[in-house]
């Protein structure tokens, strides 16, 4: 995951809007990406020296915390005095059905006010449409895989 990586399996729409110096999503696997994160790595989310995630739990494959002080533009924090706290949490859990959800959760604060109430305002529709297209795109990958059957395909070796 992250910048100049496999990205955050969002639709090319959304990583050619937003993200048009990144590389679009992976679309497939790549062993060469491939890491096993521990608490205190770092995931960039921007060019070098801008914006990224650490990690803070990492208990693979059902939990990822990332957590980042650095979602800020350049400056604001001397300028304004403003700080943003933020934290992405990944789970996977079972249905109960024998499948699993992918249930994430994002949180944060900024300060000053003012930077807080904007903060929400445009997060909270922003991450919606990251989140969807994050969710398209792993339910896609995750059908795709080797051995996998996308949700809702049938079984051509079953009967029923």
Known sequence: ????????????????????????????????????????????????????????????PRVLVLHSRTHLPPGWAKKLNAELDWAWTFRLAPTGEGGTRLLIRSRGFARPRWLDVGYRAAIVPADHVMATGMLKGLAKRVGEAPGRQAPGATDPGREG
Do not use: C, Q
Not at 10 to 38: E, G, M, Q, Y
């Open 1 to 60: 995951m992250g910048w100049h990586r496999a990205g955050w399996y969002t639709p090319r729409w959304v990583d050619a809007l937003f993200f048009p110096a990144n590389w679009p999503s992976a679309d497939h696997l790549d062993p060469r990406l491939v890491r096993k994160l521990t608490p205190g790595d770092t995931i960039p989310d921007g060019p070098p020296g801008t914006a990224e995630f650490v990690v803070e739990r990492a208990d693979a």
